[in-house]
């Protein structure tokens, strides 16, 4: 139970509490398992956890998503069901196609900014939550009735702020522990009216398939020819629309948090954004996403043994990266606590000590979709607002669903630039 509540309540300092006790691989068994989680952080381990495919998933992802997304999710099939939908789900989020999205993005966060108040601080991550999910929306929906959108947007917001508390989580655990009914099924109703509103884009893409995201799923046939039927493919729009918005939006949401305390690195990705290059924005995106990882754990079960510091780990254990940890490794990352984006300028992250998107054949789809709208998010804001912390200490880590998030919301403080900056033409601007 104790590790458990450190676990929910103060989860950084308890990683690091075990790193300092334990050092880089060590277990914790969490209220309602019956099997301890194994946590890692030593990149070589990593790659060999997730380089093997025939892994499996542990409990804890399908407990807690499985109300949420239905059980034929990517996020929770194994094997070969599983590879059979990623080769249908992947096509849509291949890095080219990433463009077509770019300028949903540029529209739906300009808009947004424009409603921020001026000179008065506010809240961040709840404006990125609606921009996100508008972009999602807008990706798997393409062009629908908005006032179809609106709603749609209401009640996945509201199923997602229902899932969100300590309280729920807490409660789904002891649920398992002592049989109590799982506080999750309450959330039936809310999810049945979603699907209810999916069934009916579904079947206007059967009759008159369009571009968009939905469409290509509609279309898409498995190895022997079939299509995906309804029941499923509202399973895999729930995945997306979930795993698409809130973990962006955080990440987004963490971004800032950053910058806004390193005005050194502020002042420079201005510059660049104002300058229409990339580089640097690139490499701020890969730095925040390597110190504030948004998702902590991504773990499997081994059907096979693994081999950890020495040890042998037998096929059937839980195992995961402890995200946070193998990210700050002194080992990979010199200053690894520092916020320096120059250390990615001239080299891409390494597959085995940078993951915050997972590894393998369970490797997040929309890694490339989710880096394209934080980079495009941030270039929007930043031609458009100057912006400064609104507190003076760094958000604490809270946990949100299964993302760790800024317990605050990262308030800030936005005065709108020259508008010469906002058109994005890529001129300098006199500051
Ligand atoms: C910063 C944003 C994001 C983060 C940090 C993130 C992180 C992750 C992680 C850690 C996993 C598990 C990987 C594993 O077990 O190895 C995952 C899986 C997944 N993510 Fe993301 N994600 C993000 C954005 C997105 C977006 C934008 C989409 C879709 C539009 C998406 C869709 C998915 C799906 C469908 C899976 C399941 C993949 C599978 O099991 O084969 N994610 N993501």
Redesign the pocket.
Same mark, same amino acid.
């Given at each position: 139970m104790a590790q458990t509540l450190r676990w929910l309540l103060r989860p950084i300092s308890f990683l690091e509490s075990c790193r300092r006790r334990f050092g880089g691989t060590f277990s914790v068994r969490f209220l309602g398992f019956q099997t301890p989680m194994v946590m890692l952080s030593d990149p070589e381990a990593i790659r060999a956890l997730y380089g093997n495919p025939e892994h499996r998933l542990p409990p804890g992802r399908t407990f807690a998503l499985l109300p949420i997304l239905g059980p034929r999710s990517? !996020?929770l099939l194994e094997g070969r069901d599983?590879l059979a939908r990623?080769r249908l789900m992947l096509p849509p989020f291949h890095g080219e196609r990433m463009r077509a999205y770019e300028s949903t993005v540029r529209e739906v966060v300009a808009r947004d900014v424009e409603t921020w108040p001026d000179g008065e601080p506010f809240a961040v991550h709840p404006r990125m939550q609606s921009v996100t999910l508008e972009v /999602?929306l807008r990706a798997v929906f393409g062009v629908t009735d908005p006032e179809r959108r609106t709603r749609l947007a209401d009640r996945v917001a509201r199923l997602l702020a229902d899932t969100a508390s300590i309280g729920l989580q807490l409660g789904v655990l002891l649920s398992r522990r002592f049989g109590a009914p799982d506080p999750l099924t309450r959330l039936q109703a809310l999810r049945l009216q979603i699907d209810a509103m999916l069934d009916v884009e579904i079947a206007e893409r059967r009759a008159d398939p369009r571009e968009d995201i939905l469409s290509m799923l509609v279309a898409a046939r498995f190895e022997g020819g079939e299509p995906m039927d309804d029941a499923e493919i509202r399973d895999q729009l729930m995945? !997306?629309l979930l #795993?698409?918005h809130e973990?962006?939006a955080t990440?987004l949401a963490w971004t800032v948090d950053l910058l806004v305390r390193h005005p050194a690195v502020l002042e420079r990705l201005v510059a660049d954004v104002d300058a229409g290059e990339q580089a640097y924005l690139r490499a701020v995106v890969t730095e925040s996403?390597r110190l504030r990882p @948004? @998702?902590p754990l #991504?773990g499997r079960r081994l059907a096979a043994p693994l081999r950890v510091d020495g040890h042998v780990l037998p096929a059937g254990t839980d195992v995961t990266p402890a995200i946070w940890l193998a990210h700050t490794r002194a080992d990979r990352y010199p200053e690894p606590f520092a916020f320096r984006p120059e250390r990615f300028l001239a080299s891409a992250p390494a597959t085995s000590s940078w993951v915050?998107?997972?590894?393998?054949v369970?490797?997040? /789809?929309?890694?490339a979709? #989710?880096e394209m709208e934080m980079r495009v998010a941030l270039a929007e804001i930043l031609r458009r607002r100057s912006l400064r912390a609104a507190s003076r200490s760094a958000e604490r880590v809270a946990r949100r669903n299964v993302t760790f998030s800024p317990a605050g919301g990262t308030r800030v403080i936005a005065v709108a630039r020259d508008p010469v900056a906002a058109s994005g033409d890529g001129d300098r601007v006199r500051r």
């Open positions: 990517l !996020l599983h990623r /999602i995945t !997306l #795993a698409g973990t962006t990440g996403l @948004v @998702v #991504a915050p998107f997972g590894g393998g369970r490797r997040c /789809i929309g890694a979709f #989710a």
